[in-house]
């Protein structure tokens, strides 16, 4: 099989900066343009007269399992197959392995010019490099879904969790906690030091509280310098205490922030699925409040949601945080 197109095909096939391949009637490649080698690794000289599936290895796009070829779709049912219009997006292996997102078209060519209904001797297939729009989609979505300043879930992914955990409670007959936890005069650092040493103290204070759990749980920053932690798996009230001790240590130790060392307290309030409620927005509005009464009693301390009094190590007035410059 020889790749000889016309001449003005030829040159406008090479001029395109797409990917364009033509097949036979048997979806063997007949014409590769330079494109299409620098997409795939292909060259043309190793691809003309092999099927295509052989050389345009696509896979579905975010599972990774095989695709047909939309090449074969077009040839048998006569009709354009396009990835775009339905926004089923592809990925394309390389001939080194390299995956690149991409856009494809197989458009099903007759005999005769203006016999669309005649069976179709060749197909045409375009494939547009899709991968910048690709990334683009996916970091708007991962924007959407985090917090810009730590990139730690926000309010949106946080209930979606809380919702997937409560279902998981039901079925393993564990408990979840939700604890709100706020640092306490936190706007001491943020009026005396500025906005970028605050801002550093906040990306700290998240990279603590994320090393402190499982990674089956969620830490999450609503806003400010308050923070959402979803605890699954739980077992006992003493194992949420125990953790509640563990993050105020972890909170109290001191921060070294480039010429400054700053020391800070934080208050928690808890509840628990499905003891103190059975749905997420009553939860979160429970944790929240039991927060601010642990604020409201001297800060520097956990309080959970259905408990009477505060439950501290030390019962005296959190002291403002301590900013030491070396």
């Known amino acids: 099989m020889q790749d000889n197109p016309h001449p003005l095909l030829r040159v406008a096939l090479q001029s395109v900066r797409d990917a364009v391949v033509t097949t036979d009637a ?8 330079a494109a299409a080698e620098a997409l795939t690794g292909w060259r043309r000289s190793e691809v003309v007269g092999k099927p295509v599936e052989a050389v345009i290895n696509l896979r579905e796009y975010g599972t990774d399992s095989p695709r047909v070829n939309p090449v074969y779709t077009a040839l048998k049912e006569n009709r354009v197959v396009d ?3 339905n926004a089923a997006h592809a990925l394309l292996v390389g001939k ?4 690149v997102g991409v856009h494809v078209r197989a458009v099903p060519i007759p005999a005769e010019p203006g016999q669309a209904a005649a069976e179709p001797q060749s197909c045409l297939l375009v494939l547009y490099d899709a991968s910048e729009a690709l990334r683009l989609a ?3 979505a991962y924007l959407a879904q985090h917090d810009p300043l730590t990139g730690l879930p926000n309010r949106i992914l946080l209930v979606d969790r809380l919702e997937q955990g409560t279902r998981l409670a ?9 604890v709100f936890l706020d640092l306490d005069h936190f706007h001491q650092v943020n009026e005396t030091y500025g906005h970028a040493l605050a801002d550093s103290l906040l990306k700290e204070v998240a990279f603590r509280l994320t090393g402190a759990l499982r990674e089956s749980d969620t830490v999450c920053r609503l806003g400010g310098d308050e923070f959402v932690l979803l605890l699954r798996g739980v077992r006992s009230v003493s194992v949420v205490e125990g953790l509640a001790v563990k993050l105020q240590q972890e909170i109290g130790r001191p ?7 700053v020391t800070i307290s934080c208050s928690l309030g808890i509840s628990l699925y499905p003891r103190d409620a059975n749905d997420a927005e009553t939860l979160m509005h429970l944790a929240d ?3 601010h009464k642990a604020k409201q009693s001297g800060r520097n301390q956990y309080l959970f949601a259905r408990s009477e009094e505060p ?3 030390d019962s005296e007035e959190a002291p403002l945080p301590q900013v030491q410059e070396k």
Do not use: C, Y
Request: proline share 0%.
């Open 26 to 33: 048997l979806g063997r490649i007949t014409a590769w343009n």
């Open 83 to 85: 990835t775009i219009e």
């Open 96 to 99: 080194d392995g390299r995956r």
């Open 138 to 140: 996916e970091r708007i």
């Open 170 to 178: 039901d079925r393993t007959s564990d408990h979840l906690a939700v």
């Open 255 to 261: 921060f070294v922030l480039g010429q400054n060392t």
């Open 289 to 291: 409040g039991a927060m």
């Open 311 to 313: 439950v501290t190590e």
